[in-house]
C-alpha cells in the first residue's frame, strides 16, 4: 500500500521560515519524480516544486528564491524547506510521487496546513 505522510506545517509569521517533510513507503522512491504542490482556499491546486530521480529541480515561479526541494533516496523522504514565508504562501501542502513506469500512476499525501500571517 503506497503512503505519502506529509509533516511540518504550521502557524507562522511572514518572513519566518518552515520545513516540511514527507516521508514514503509503498513505491519505489528512487525513480519516482517527487513535488510539493498547494492548495488555497477557493483556489486550484497548484505545483510548487518537484525533484526528479536524478535530483532535477524545477520550482513555481512564486516561490523562486524562497524554497528548495531536496529528496534523501536512503530514508525515502522528500523536503520542502520555505523561507521568506508571505500570507499569499497560505495553503494546504500535499506531497505527490509521480511513477515514471505505465501506467504513471501519481500518489499523493493527506496535506498539511500552511498558514502564514502578516
Known amino acids: 500500500q503506497v503512503q505519502l505522510v506529509e509533516s511540518g506545517g504550521g502557524s507562522v509569521q511572514a518572513g519566518g521560515s518552515l520545513r516540511l517533510s514527507c516521508a514514503a513507503s509503498g513505491i519505489i522512491f528512487s525513480i519516482n519524480r517527487m513535488a510539493w504542490y498547494r492548495q488555497a482556499p477557493g483556489k486550484q491546486r497548484e505545483l510548487v516544486a518537484g525533484i526528479s530521480s536524478g535530483g532535477n529541480t524545477n520550482y513555481a515561479d512564486s516561490v523562486k528564491g524562497r524554497f528548495t526541494i531536496s529528496r534523501d533516496n536512503a530514508k525515502r523522504m522528500v523536503y520542502l524547506q520555505m523561507d521568506s514565508l508571505k500570507p499569499e504562501d497560505t495553503a494546504v501542502y500535499y506531497c505527490?510521487?509521480?511513477?515514471?513506469?505505465?501506467?504513471?500512476?501519481?500518489?499523493w499525501g493527506q496535506g498539511t496546513q500552511v498558514t502564514v500571517s502578516s
Open positions: 505527490n510521487a509521480h511513477d515514471p513506469i505505465p501506467p504513471y500512476v501519481q500518489y
